[in-house]
């Protein structure tokens, strides 16, 4: 059974290996087949990972590539689709203003995305009927401002997922289709669209419809009569059009899947002899349907006597509240990769008792003494806030240390904002919004008493280190490590240090965190990705310069997330946020507001 385990964690840790290494080359292929990328995407470059924040437009969730914003960059020529659908966690693809031509390339064969966003290029001609049978994820098409013809293709009503549809300023003739899916957005406006609107789509403004001469009935104001009718169209038969995207794309990736594995086992039983270290903390990617538990090896640390059998040492808890656990426990439960961030790796571990836990693999704190180490973790340990995540236990060793915290099922709120939302993509109203600011400010709150004493009480404070409870209730993580963690690393690691504070003047202060606070604040309200996440300033959206500018011109109801659009009666308690997020971001630290007055004004703010 032991061996058994054993080929069964190097079989998936050499897959992980093989996919991570697949999605770089899968880029550079993509970035190979596109004119001005050299420049646009002059930082997509071999050897370094697409996740590690500084490749230009790429979003990644635990170290897995899920989108590519690649919006204003000047880019034309064709796309390597094939390339991407080799991404397997791509989840959101935008081309939004660049120079692309021709007909629409072959998303189709990306099953699994859910935001298709091709907004103010040149694409042209007719989209086949049947394009989006096998898009069963989508939620949102952007194809506006192009030069698509044809009728709008009959299998975007049949997207049971689909909130957002945007075709306007296109060409599309024809009628409009009865879409019984719940739209949440839609405008079809600026078409040669014919015949009567569908009831299930008059609860829709007329802005959504106007610039189509040949549509009638609501919210028109010009009435249909018996001359208006047209037939709706009919689906083609997808087996006549040459497509063959349905069950013969999925048979490739069933057949590149076998051979993949295949090639696993070979690489597996050629190096199984090799021998191995006794130090490797080992978790495995395991699969909602696998059965057989993977065990999850803690490194030795303990010295031992020649010929004695090498011993391990326990987990030290420091927070009983959630049970006691040891090492035995944390071994055998089934481990899952979480991904790679700054200050080290992070493995999910679900263990027998029920209890599943984030174990965070520490390797830049290796210059602190174990007296040192402990005496900071019980101090951690001892943290009792509804905001603030407390670890519940730590092992110790020189190389590298193991912190271990409840796992949050919900994920970060970077997650939630920008990744695959799913049911949560409703619930994140501005009620929700407004709960989950005020329960960061009042974490930040108590990390400013508790570790009053500190340069940076937080340090590393963005929405990816903001974790959500069930009921959207956040909580802190990756705190008060500054002292911790190696200067030189903290610099190349700690978001704090991103800030126009260490930039301009390298220097920090408990301002740069209000600074960070600020930031979170404008991605939360505007919903925009921060190009300020990213070292190089590349991708994402200037949130602090966009909304400065939308203040100076008074236009800064113009950046508020359109998902709130439907709290209107609430715009005037957002735009009071937005306010606060701005003075929190002034790149002058004399002029930002300071932590104390930052919560006071925040908790000031009702729905």
């Given amino acids: 059974m032991a061996a058994v385990r054993v080929l069964f964690c190097f079989l998936l840790l050499v897959l992980f290996s093989l996919s991570s290494a697949s999605e770089t080359q899968s880029l550079l292929r993509l970035k190979q087949s596109l004119t001005n990328a050299d420049t646009a995407l002059s930082s997509w470059i071999p050897n370094v990972s697409p996740c590690s924040g500084t490749w230009t437009g790429v979003v990644c969730f635990n170290n897995v590539v899920t989108g590519l914003h690649l919006s204003h960059l000047g880019l034309s020529g064709p796309i390597d689709v094939q390339a991407l659908s080799e991404i397997q966690g791509l989840r959101t693809l935008s081309f939004v203003n660049n120079s692309f031509t021709g007909p629409i390339p072959e998303f189709h064969k990306l099953g699994a995305i859910k935001s298709l966003l091709l907004t ?40 049971d997922l689909l909130k957002e549809l945007h075709l306007e300023n296109n060409a599309f003739t024809g009628p409009v289709p009865n879409f019984p899916q719940d739209l949440k957005s839609l405008d079809l406006s600026n078409n040669n669209l014919q015949g009567p609107i569908p009831g299930s789509l008059a609860k829709f403004n007329a802005a959504s419809f106007v610039g189509n001469a040949a549509l009638c009935g609501k919210p028109l104001d010009k009435p249909c009569d018996a001359s208006s009718s047209y037939p709706l169209p009919g689906r083609a038969n997808a087996a006549e059009d040459g497509y063959g995207y349905g069950s013969g794309w999925a048979k490739k990736v069933i057949i590149v899947l076998l051979v993949a594995v295949v090639a696993a086992v070979l690489f597996l039983f050629t190096t ?5 270290e006794d130090g ?68 999910k571990a679900a263990m027998t008792s029920g209890l599943c836990v984030v174990v965070k693999r520490m390797r830049e704190m290796n210059k602190i003494g174990k007296d040192v180490f402990d005496a900071e973790m019980r101090q951690f340990g001892r943290i009792r806030h509804r ?37 949560s993509h409703s619930e994140l109203n501005w009620p929700t919004r407004l709960k989950i600011v005020k329960g960061i400010a009042r974490g930040l709150g108590f990390l400013y008493t508790e570790f009053s004493t500190y340069d940076l009480p937080h340090g590393n404070l963005k929405s990816s280190n903001v974790l959500l409870s069930e009921d959207y209730e956040p909580l802190l993580s990756d705190y008060a490590f500054q002292p911790l963690i190696n200067p030189s690393v903290a610099v190349q690691t700690l978001f704090a240090f991103k800030s126009p504070d260490y930039v301009q003047n390298q220097k920090v202060s408990q301002k740069t965190d209000v600074y960070c606070l600020g ?32 203040i100076s011109e008074n236009r800064e109801a113009e950046v508020i ?30 002029e930002r507001l300071k932590m104390k007055e930052a919560i006071t004004r925040i908790e000031e703010v009702r729905v």
């Fill in 387 to 423: 905001n603030v995540l407390t670890p519940l236990a730590y092992h110790y060793r020189r190389e590298e240390k193991l912190i271990i915290a409840e796992y949050m099922p919900k994920g970060s709120l970077f997650y939630v904002l920008h990744g695959d939302r799913g049911t």
């Fill in 272 to 276: 199984s002899r090799r021998r191995r």
């Fill in 519 to 550: 930031i979170i604040i404008l991605e939360i309200v505007t919903g925009k990705f921060p190009a300020q996440y990213h070292s190089n300033g590349k991708g994402g959206t200037d949130v602090v310069q966009m909304v400065s500018t939308a």
């Fill in 120 to 159: 103010q290029n040149q694409f042209s001609g007719p989209i086949h009927s049947d394009y989006f049978n096998s898009l069963n994820s989508l939620k949102k098409i952007w194809l506006s401002a192009n030069n698509f013809s044809g009728e709008i293709p009959h299998s975007l009503t049949e997207l």
């Fill in 561 to 590: 997330d359109p998902e709130l659009e439907n709290n209107t009666s609430s715009r005037k308690n957002m735009l009071q946020l937005l306010h606060i997020g701005a003075d929190c971001t002034q790149s002058d630290p004399g």
């Fill in 280 to 347: 490797d903390f080992r978790a495995v990617r395991r699969s909602s349907s696998a059965e057989e538990v993977v065990e999850v090896q803690v490194p030795s640390v303990r010295g031992e006597r020649k010929g004695e059998p090498p011993k391990r040492a326990d987990i030290v808890m420091v927070n009983d509240e959630r049970g006691v656990f040891g090492l035995q426990d944390l071994m055998k439960a089934a481990a899952e990769v979480l991904g790679n961030g700054g200050l080290g790796s992070a493995y």
